[in-house]
């Protein structure tokens, strides 16, 4: 039973989660109110580990959770839940994109999706805010990595890596 419900939740999650990895976040958090599989403060860990690892941030995600639940089968079966709508709905598109390419419908039907996903990625931003900044000295260092990354423009990695060095300095 536990196998199934990680595959419904996460195949759930995967159809619904256009626009990346970030779009799974709101998703994720309604399972930790739901189910004990992890935490809130574990998947506020848990985004800070896939958006340091390489694979898609939702991938890593689901496989983390999916272990956390029920070990390497469970990892197995939340990444297949997760991924098989996607595989599914390209092989529909694929079949079916050059016939309704230019079709008014499906730009006004993406038109409409956009948005949508912009404030999913939104509220995911919020949820981790809400989770990271836990002092003032949370909110310090988001100040001086986004007011450096804006000017330096500097590779996303050594802010990563900075981040780490920093967290380890002051015992975070």
């Known amino acids: 039973m536990l196998y199934l419900t990680l595959f419904f939740e996460f195949f759930k999650i995967g159809l619904f989660a256009i626009g990346g990895g970030l779009v799974t976040v709101p998703f994720l958090f309604d399972l930790t109110e739901h189910y004990s599989w992890f935490t809130a403060s574990e998947l506020a860990d848990m985004i800070a580990v896939s958006e340091s690892t390489p694979g898609p941030l939702g991938v890593n995600m689901a496989t983390f959770a999916g272990f956390k639940a029920a070990g390497v089968s469970g ?9 098989l ?19 008014p419908i499906v730009h006004s039907v993406l038109s409409g999706i956009r948005p949508a996903v912009i404030a999913l990625i939104c509220m995911a931003g919020w949820e981790i805010v809400k989770i990271s900044m836990q002092s003032w000295v949370d909110g310090v260092i988001f100040v001086v990595f986004f007011a450096a990354f804006h000017k330096f ?20």
């Open 153 to 172: 423009k500097k590779s996303p990695i050594l802010y990563i890596v900075l981040g780490a060095v920093v967290g380890i300095i002051l015992k975070l």
């Open 85 to 103: 709508p996607s595989v599914i709905i390209i092989v529909i598109i694929a079949r079916l994109l050059t016939r309704f390419k230019d079709n």
């Open 75 to 83: 990892a197995a079966v939340s990444t297949l839940g997760l991924v």
